[in-house]
């Protein structure tokens, strides 16, 4: 499998990451069943595993470490804090306080004593970055994180922690984890090339848009979460209906070119120059088999072109498929003064 180095840090990733969050009580339960999983990636070549402190509460995480004994200088290992652990609303965010905290939790379950890329899951508004770089710097100073990244950042946020890095002399984010797909364009014009700017890694999630992409007859078939996956495949909603019109249209792209749709998908993902890896987040061997079958395909300029037709560069079809819309758009407090 074909490898990048990430963001300039030097470390040699593979362009399939395995993304952990479907391991545990979130999808897969059978913790046997995991680790065989992950061994079957890392024999096919795939070195970069990506999980949080978040996913199934930490048992992820355990998981993983369960998979990584005896492999664990085969792997760049990717784990994430900030998300809520509890309902203790000091057990969050970006402050010292919980990172220290945060990191030993994780190093725990990991099993291991260092974490190659150590993320933040979201920006904190509540914590000043320079308390954020700092502690995190600390850190890769104690030798507890080799290098820091960040998650879902807007593009000015992205900017700021650079700015701040530099200002202050503390360790700067070197990568970057957006959703990123052939129905979800949007960061194509504004994180990804503010990643490039800055020289950053980035780290794909979402490649087959939760199902729409998957070429299954039936994408909410075997949806973890039902009630998700109505309000996902709504045909009510005119984002899904664009996103139905532009499915139709690229499933026949893809039988013209003689591809599986879900291996058209990640391809395009990864055609991006932008782009260091692409996660890929299966939940049974038969998926992730699936996936591996097209770790090597690259797409025409041709099919490229068609794609671009279909759905333009820069545009997401539903603007509700966006996870990190600005708190003055999400939040309608944030918009009104107090009465």
């Not at 024999?43 to 978040?54: E, K, P, Q, R």
């Not at 994780?106 to 970055?129: E, V």
């Not at 960061?187 to 490649?207: H, K, N, S």
Request: charged share 25%; glycine share 10%.
């Amino acid at each position: 499998m074909k490898r990048r180095i990430l963001g300039g840090t030097g470390m040699s990733v593979s362009g399939f990451a395995l993304g952990a969050m479907m391991l545990g009580a979130m999808g897969n339960t059978d913790h046997d069943e995991s680790v065989g999983l992950i061994h079957t990636a890392l024999d096919a070549g795939i070195n970069f595993i990506d999980t949080a402190d978040v996913y199934s509460a930490g048992e992820s995480e355990e998981i993983v470490g369960k998979a990584l004994k005896g492999r664990r200088d085969e792997v760049v290992l990717a784990t994430k804090f900030a998300l809520p652990m509890g309902s203790d609303t000091n057990h969050r965010g970006g402050s010292r306080r919980w990172i220290m905290q945060a990191v030993e939790g994780s190093l725990r379950r990991l099993g291991t004593d260092y974490i190659d890329l150590y993320q933040m899951h979201r920006w904190d508004p509540d914590t000043d970055p320079d308390e954020t770089l700092s502690a995190l710097s600390d850190l890769i100073r104690a030798g507890k994180v080799r290098t820091i990244g960040s998650s879902l950042f807007h593009p000015e946020q992205i900017v700021e922690a650079q700015w701040v890095a530099e200002r202050r002399n503390h360790q700067r984010f070197r990568s970057e984890q957006p959703p990123y797909n052939i129905l979800l364009r949007g960061i194509e014009a504004t994180t990804l090339p503010t990643a490039q700017r800055y020289g950053m890694g980035v780290l794909t999630f979402g490649p087959l848009g939760s199902g729409w992409l998957s070429g299954r007859a039936d994408p909410t078939a075997g949806h973890r979460n039902a009630g998700a996956a109505t309000r996902l495949f709504d045909q009510t909603e005119p984002g899904n209906q664009a996103k139905a019109e532009a499915v139709g249209k690229l499933t026949e792209l893809a039988a013209e070119a003689g591809l599986k749709m879900s291996h058209l998908a990640v391809a395009f993902v990864l055609t991006h120059p932008a782009i260091t890896s692409v996660l890929i987040g299966p939940r049974t061997p038969a998926q992730l088999t699936d996936l591996l079958a097209g770790a090597d395909i690259e797409l025409s300029d041709d099919v490229l072109d068609r794609i671009d037709e279909i759905v333009p560069p820069g545009v997401n079809l539903n603007q509700q498929d966006i996870l990190f819309l600005p708190t003055t758009l999400g939040d309608k407090h944030a918009r009104r003064r107090p009465r």
